[in-house]
Nanobody
Framework: QVHVVESGGGLVQPGGSLRLSCTAS????????MGWFRQAPGKEREFVAA????????YYGDSVKGRFLISRDNVKNTVYLEMNGLKPADTAVYYCNSVAGLRPNYYGSGSWGQGTQVTVSS
């Protein structure tokens, strides 16, 4: 079981960039695909991005494709989300988790952390 702590959120201007970090613990980290999800107020949790066990493959939700980049460092047990061209619609609490399922229906298969708040506003 992978346990995670997200960090790096904050208040950003539209068009700005932000880098989120997810530090994970657990023996199986390097053997799990990892991903980012987000949940806006009053909305269901949404898949954002996923990365394969080795980091060789990345997958993105349609709403962030071309703007966000996911990466991982298995030595540091850390997953990153580079967020570029941020829009107000990106405002949400961002969570990371191990990922399972088939596209487009990825889901978090581990324990959920507290997440980190990202607010995009002028």
């Amino acid at each position: 079981q992978v346990h995670v702590v997200e960090s790096g959120g904050g208040l950003v201007q539209p068009g700005g960039s932000l880098r989120l970090s997810c530090t994970a613990s657990g023996r199986t980290f390097s053997r799990d695909a990892m991903g980012w999800f987000r949940q806006a107020p009053g909305k269901e949790r949404e898949f954002v991005a996923a990365i394969s066990k080795s980091g060789d493959n990345q997958y993105y939700g349609d709403s962030v494709k071309g703007r966000f980049l996911i990466s991982r460092d298995n030595v540091k047990n850390t997953v990153y989300l580079e967020m570029n061209g941020l829009k107000p619609a990106d405002t949400a609490v961002y969570y990371c988790n191990s990922v399972a399922g088939l596209r487009p229906n990825y889901y978090g298969s581990g324990s959920w952390g507290q997440g980190t708040q990202v607010t995009v506003s002028s």
